[in-house]
C-alpha cells in the first residue's frame, strides 16, 4: 500500500476524511435548508419548486450530488471503521467510568445518531428525491414545473411520518453538535482565541438547521401553509 493510501487507513487519516467529508455534508446542509425553507412564503409552493427545478436541472448541482453521495458513504464507512478500531484498542471497559465528566452523551453516541440519520436518509430519498429525480412527478404548479410541493403535501398528511421526521431531525441536531465542532478541531482549524466563537455557531447551526427541516413537516399537516 502507498503512503498516501497508509496515511489515509490510519486513525489520524480517517478522522481527517470524516472531517474533510463532514464539513462538506455541513455547507450542503445550509443549501438544502434554503430551498426548502421556500415553502414557508406559504404561495403554493411555487417558490419552493422553482427551487427543486433548479436543484434538478443544473448540471454543477447535479454532479455535486453524487460527490455528495460518494461523502456520505465514506463518511458513514470510517465512522464505522474508528468504531471497531476504538473498541478493538479497549476491549475491556474501564471498572469506573464516569462518561459526563469526559464528554457529554451525543459525544459518545454518534454511532447510534449517525445510524438514526441514515434510516432518516433513506426514508428521506425514497419519499421525494427518487420521484424528483427518476421516477417523475406526475402533477405540474401554476409555472409548468414539477409539483414536488404536492409531494411534500400528500406525505405530510401521514402522522407517524411526521412524527418519525421530527424524532429523527432532534437526532440530527445532535449529531450536528458534536460533529460540527468537531470536524474543526480534527482539520486544526482552532485555537484558544475562537473556539468559544466556534462553540457558539455549532450550536446556533444545529439548531437552526434542525429546526427548518423539523417545523416543514408540522407546518405541512397541521395546514400552517397551504
Known amino acids: 500500500m502507498s503512503g498516501f493510501g497508509n496515511a489515509l487507513s490510519s486513525s489520524i487519516g480517517r478522522k481527517y476524511v ?37 436543484m434538478a436541472t ?16 465514506v463518511h458513514i464507512y470510517q465512522a464505522v471503521n474508528l468504531t471497531i478500531q476504538n ?4 476491549p475491556v471497559g474501564y471498572a ?16 447510534l445518531l449517525g445510524t438514526l440519520l441514515l434510516i432518516f436518509l433513506v426514508i428521506h430519498l425514497k419519499d421525494f428525491w427518487v420521484v424528483s429525480r427518476f421516477t417523475g412527478i406526475p402533477t405540474v404548479d401554476a409555472n409548468g414545473h414539477e409539483d414536488l410541493y404536492a409531494v411534500m403535501k400528500e406525505k405530510f398528511q401521514d402522522p407517524v411520518r411526521v412524527a418519525a421526521y421530527v424524532l429523527l431531525m432532534i437526532s440530527l441536531c445532535y449529531h450536528l453538535l458534536h460533529g460540527f465542532a468537531s470536524a ?43
Open 184 to 226: 474543526f478541531q480534527t482539520m486544526g482549524w482552532n485555537h484558544s482565541k475562537y473556539n468559544g466563537i466556534i462553540k457558539r455557531v455549532s450550536v446556533w447551526y444545529a439548531v437552526i438547521i434542525s429546526i427548518v427541516f423539523a417545523l416543514m413537516p408540522i407546518a405541512v399537516y397541521t395546514h400552517l401553509i397551504d
Open 18 to 54: 470524516m472531517g474533510i467529508t463532514g464539513i462538506f455534508l455541513i455547507l450542503f446542509l445550509i443549501v438544502h435548508a434554503g430551498i426548502n425553507s421556500l415553502i414557508f412564503l406559504d404561495d403554493n409552493g411555487l417558490k419552493f419548486n422553482i427551487g427543486a427545478h433548479f
Open 96 to 111: 469506573v467510568y464516569n462518561g459526563n465528566a469526559n464528554s457529554k452523551w451525543y459525544s459518545r453516541s454518534m454511532g
Open 87 to 90: 473498541r478493538k484498542a479497549r
Open 58 to 73: 443544473n448540471w454543477i448541482i447535479r454532479a455535486g450530488e453524487y460527490i455528495l453521495f460518494l461523502g456520505l458513504l
